[in-house]
């Protein structure tokens, strides 16, 4: 199938950008491919949303009904000194980026089906359902198009009779938006070198759910944000939220930096912790969990983000790292950076160009809003690795606050987040308390709610690059951290008859990424699964 120009993911990036593409010009034919079996059904954020962007898309988004209810009302910040201590920060002390007026506690999920309505009301074709599987090339080496997944083939590689080949879209141009560590644009990102001279990137691990709640303890409006325990007491830095949508409903969540070096830290545990301290367990007590999902967050910055443009098409939003962890929000620049590369796209186009390097795209992203916003803060995420979440906050509130970003230098965090796993032997273990079923729960039953499934007979996607790397290296040295960094239960090691196995449950993946790029000698390959397949998130 022939197309002007094909999306990879049906993300706000993706959305934005073939929005815009229609806008400009409604000749331009635009297809997105989404390997969710809907559009918002692998979409995992916060998310506090800052409307910059939509504003520039959609001036009129309150009268189309975009699902923006909740403004928000209020930030409380706090320092967790232990599992019953807290300290509020005046916000005259929090850094400026971490004030959310004018911004709304949304469902991104939910916003991407909004934005997906607007698109297909432009004339934007949408498959989801669909894995773009393969990255395909012209001779010249530019890129062609991609290939989505064959269907029906069983684990045996066979096909079964439900067997369905993959599609070949070609395009113009195509544009890689599949948020944090796509594994297309990974490909791309080695193939044409884009990461030379960068930083390495750098993730986060965020785990979420929704909460019903007693509506006399309900604040609708109000943001809450915290930092120290309980990753503090591994030394493994990050931060909690707790937001208060519509509907007597709260988001908690933990967002763990998987820059950790004790391979005893359970991201999941330490979430399930984060809930019984009294600053968040006094909302939660007496509702129910209604939702849980996991996703990776890419917070490199700048100093990380690889070139965005090579032959044939460019990564956008999250597959190239363009969220602002100082704000802890990136969905507002990830949509910029899609509206952005439809503009270069489009002259591109109206030139009767095609698969050629988008080059004016870098210069047209420098002077952008986004890309200033980034520079402003790109201090911020080396500061908190350097100096730990409350001294790398508080030379953020000069950086940010006092000098607008300006101070003469630009901090580098040159380690790989996979590379700083120190041997287990010399790591204090983590006695994680049992789930009690009421604030907390185990793994199993979380990812039951997260409605997350796969076709059982087919190629695993969770691919090892040699298969006695988990059993004869990972486990000696580091005791196998895949049991622990994966919030699924998909990776476990077995003893049976006096021998151990490592087996890896793929039908429990809900398509984080995060043993894609924690594994400390990168053996995990996350290759994508049919479409259709993983989470089923109704408005995460």
């Not at 070096?261 to 359970?266: A, G, T």
Request: glycine share 10%.
């Amino acid at each position: 199938m022939e197309y002007d120009v094909v999306i990879v993911g049906a993300g706000p990036a993706g959305l934005a950008a073939a929005c815009r593409l229609r806008q400009i010009n409604e000749d331009i034919s635009v297809c997105v491919v989404e390997k969710g079996s809907e559009v918002g059904a692998h979409i995992l954020s916060g998310a506090v949303f800052e409307p910059t962007a939509l504003n520039e898309l959609f001036p009129d988004w309150k009268d189309r009904g975009a699902p923006l209810e909740t403004a928000v009302e209020g930030d409380d910040i706090y320092v967790l000194g232990s599992a019953e201590k807290a300290t509020r920060i005046p916000n005259m002390l929090v850094p400026s980026t971490m004030h959310n007026e004018g911004n709304y506690i949304i469902s991104l999920g939910n916003l991407c089906r909004w934005l997906a309505e607007q698109a297909e009301n432009l004339g934007v074709e949408i498959f989801p359902g669909f894995a773009a599987a393969e990255v395909l090339y012209n001779e010249d080496g530019s890129v062609k198009g991609i290939a989505t997944g064959d269907m029906g083939v069983g684990a045996n590689g066979e096909h079964k009779d439900a067997y369905m080949q993959g599609m070949e879209l070609h395009g113009k141009y195509t544009l890689f938006a599949e948020g944090c560590r796509g594994h297309l644009g990974k490909q791309l990102i080695a193939k044409y070198t884009l990461d030379a001279g960068r930083d390495p990137q750098h993730y986060g691990i965020g785990i979420k759910e929704i909460w019903k709640i007693d509506g006399a303890k309900h604040k609708q409006g109000l943001v809450v944000h915290t930092a120290g325990w309980p990753l503090k007491e591994s030394g493994t830095h990050g931060g909690g939220f707790l937001y208060h949508l519509e509907d007597d409903q709260v988001v908690v969540g933990l967002i763990t930096d998987l820059s950790y070096s004790n391979p005893h830290v359970s991201p999941f545990d330490e979430f399930q912790r984060y809930k019984h301290h009294p600053v968040i367990k006094q909302y939660l007590e007496g509702g129910q969990r209604v939702a849980y999902g996991a996703r990776a967050i890419t917070k490199g910055g700048l100093q990380s983000q690889p070139k965005m443009t090579f032959p044939g098409g460019l990564l956008i939003g999250d597959d190239a790292g363009t969220l602002n962890f100082a704000k802890i929000k990136g969905n507002h620049t990830a949509m910029k950076s899609g509206m952005l590369a439809a503009e270069s796209v489009a002259e591109a186009l109206a030139g009767e160009r095609a698969n050629d390097e988008l080059t004016d795209y870098s210069e047209r992203y420098k002077n952008s809003w986004a890309w200033k916003e980034l520079y402003m803060q790109r201090n911020f995420g080396p500061a908190q690795h350097k100096w730990g979440n409350i001294l790398g906050s508080a030379y953020a509130f000069i950086d940010i606050n006092l000098f607008k970003g300006k101070l003469p230098w630009t901090l580098n965090d040159g380690k790989a987040d996979h590379a700083q796993l120190r041997p287990a032997a010399d790591c204090a273990k983590i006695d994680y308390p049992k789930p009690d079923g009421v604030l907390s729960f185990d793994k199993l039953s979380s990812v039951f709610i997260s409605n997350t499934n796969h076709e059982e007979d087919q190629p695993c996607h969770l691919t090892l690059k040699d298969d006695d790397v988990p059993l004869n290296h990972n486990l000696p040295i580091y005791d196998e951290p895949a049991q622990r960094y994966c919030p699924a239960g998909v990776y476990e090691v077995i003893e049976e008859a006096g021998s151990k196995r490592f087996q890896i449950n793929a039908q429990n993946c809900v398509h984080c990424k995060t043993c894609d790029i924690k594994d400390p000698t990168q053996n995990i390959v996350w290759i994508a699964p049919e479409g259709g397949g993983g989470p089923n998130y109704p408005n995460m």
